[in-house]
């Protein structure tokens, strides 16, 4: 049995991959196991370099293996922004109705076919004292003009999906992680864990 910490301190987020990554001989365990982790300051300049410094800072703290994201909205007409500052757009960590205000205030003069954006996810897994991988997926869809839909979060609710015509946030989890970033993303590393952990385990054994 292999244990996996996600580490993340967003239940919404941690539900999300938990929910991706779920395999028989796996063991996930949230960050809620762990009242004393460290809280890993986001200050990198890219989505890859945020995810491997939260994946290491948490594996190096609890001793057991972590994986971590970092994950940021690029829309075109805003030149990639808000980017690896999508989380805090709006000032405050977190706030996604102040983020979502900003954005929107801001592509009040883009036209629709102008409002092409994506979601991208980094995920990033490490043990204590290394860096194993990092994985990335991405989502492409544009920017509505108001808020749709009450689930998901985030930026979920003014993403469109052309091609479904609904927003994230009108998608239910499971259709969400079937075509999302995250859901990209977190597919891709579950394909890799069994490869990691042998090696991890093959390094270790003198």
């Known amino acids: 049995m292999m244990t996996?910490?996600?580490?993340?301190?967003?239940?919404?987020?941690?539900?999300?991959?938990?929910?991706?990554?779920a395999a028989p001989g796996l063991r996930l365990l949230t960050l809620d196991a762990f009242p004393d982790a460290p809280v890993p300051v986001e200050d990198a300049d890219t989505l890859e370099e945020n995810a491997?410094?939260?994946a290491?800072?948490?594996a190096d703290a609890l001793g057991v293996a972590v994986v971590a994201d970092d994950s940021g909205l690029e829309v075109d007409a805003l030149g990639g922004r808000p980017g690896v500052h999508s989380a805090r757009y709006g000032g405050e960590h977190g706030n996604d109705v102040r983020n979502i205000a900003k954005l929107l205030d801001e592509m009040q003069a883009v036209p629709d076919a102008e409002r092409t954006a994506r979601f991208r996810t980094v995920a990033a897994v490490a043990v204590?004292?290394?860096l194993l991988t990092t994985v990335e997926g991405a989502?492409?869809?544009r920017i509505t003009r108001e808020p749709r839909g009450s689930h998901g979060f985030g930026y979920d609710p003014v993403f469109l999906?052309?091609?479904l015509g609904r927003t994230c946030a009108e998608l239910d989890p499971e259709e969400k992680n079937r075509i999302s970033h995250r859901g990209q993303a977190f597919r891709r590393l579950g394909n890799e864990l069994p490869r990691l952990m042998d090696l991890t385990t093959t390094e270790d054994t003198p």
């Open 139 to 141: 989502f492409e869809g």
């Open 56 to 58: 290491t800072e948490l």
């Open 161 to 163: 999906v052309p091609h």
């Open 52 to 54: 491997a410094k939260k």
């Open 4 to 21: 996996l910490v996600i580490g993340t301190h967003n239940r919404k987020k941690g539900g999300e991959i938990v929910r991706i990554l």
């Open 128 to 130: 204590p004292g290394r």
